[in-house]
């Protein structure tokens, strides 16, 4: 089953050349996957019921053309799969004149939101979905892990605020690349924007916590990791280029 609806780049979803984000791709993406849960009973609006929630774990995300502000974008999202605990949900965005502009992949887990511990995916609520498993935007059906860099460049230290905190209770998923921006030498930041995107999340970050976000330039890639000020608690890799 294929899920669609259709987003207007607005004024705050660009930055320069009037082009659309990375933050408001990755936005768009969210609140589609999240319109989907919703229509199929097993989204936010019914976390109270059923006592369940999606958190992401993984974004792969590749531009291909960048749309400016003010079209009408059309996007599409289905489950490519759920394994047991896991999900896995892949995306295209469509331009007015029907240009494939972005393609993403993503991996999700199942949570049981009084406990905080992973909950397996029921077969009723994973038949709802109507996985599309054989249509995949990458080649690669799996999400490859980024490892950590041996050696960092720079970093910078960032204390999560009451601005951050999503209806979760921990950072919203989209600002971890905000921070990876922050950690970029202005020669890099001024690249932007990046075309792809890889983001890994390990383990959340709640309000009033302090973070590390190291730097490192491998294979012409940046990658951000961050990690808890005593360095022993990744909360996620980021890379980007």
Known sequence: MIYKEKF????KDVWAKDEVSNIAILEYLEDIAAYHSDSVGIGISTTVDTHLNWLLLDWEVEVLK??????VLDIHTWSRGIEKFYAYRDFEIYDEENNLCVIATSKWLLVDSGTEKIARVPKDIADRYHSEVEKCVFKDKKIEKIKEPNEYLCEVSYTAKRRDIDVIGHMHNLYYLYLAYEALPEEEYSKRPFNHIRIQYKNQIKLGETVICK?????KENIVVIKSEDDKTLHAIVKIY
């Open 8 to 11: 207007k780049i607005g004024l």
């Open 66 to 71: 960048r749309p400016k502000y003010g079209q």
């Open 215 to 219: 730097y490192a330039r491998e294979n």
